[in-house]
Nanobody
Framework: VQLVESGGGLVQPGGSLSLSCTGSGRVFSFYNLAWYRQRPRNQRELVAE???????????TYAEFVKGRFTISRGEGNDIVSLHMTDLAPADTAVYSC?????????WGQGTQVTVAS
């Protein structure tokens, strides 16, 4: 099983960035998916998660610090989950990692660096 994030980089405050996570080795439609981040000198924290529901039965959950700014969505094919980030601030600078889990099994990507600076 392999998860690979892409889309990180340097962006100015107030800018936008989209992250994608490619997965292989499993049928990820059966997995809950999430994005985490780890800011410098901080513990890893949950950013957003999305369950396996479809349409109106799909549930998305966001951390308070990203509500209204970030959007998580499930992808198609190998692009299993994305995170669209807007109105970025320096405090959003972190390594962002995607996570796939079902039951007690978790899979992680290596992470992609997002740096918000002018």
């Amino acid at each position: 099983v392999q998860l690979v994030e892409s889309g990180g980089g340097l962006v100015q405050p107030g800018g936008s960035l989209s992250l994608s996570c490619t997965g292989s080795g499993r049928v990820f439609s059966f997995y809950n998916l999430a994005w985490y981040r780890q800011r410098p000198r901080n513990q890893r924290e949950l950013v957003a998660e999305i369950d396996t529901g479809v349409g109106s039965r799909q549930t998305k959950t966001y951390a308070e610090f990203v509500k209204g700014r970030f959007t998580i969505s499930r992808g198609e094919g190998n692009d299993i989950v994305s995170l669209h980030m807007t109105d970025l601030a320096p405090a959003d600078t972190a390594v962002y990692s995607c996570n796939a889990y079902v039951g007690g099994t978790h899979y992680w990507g290596q992470g992609t660096q997002v740096t918000v600076a002018s």
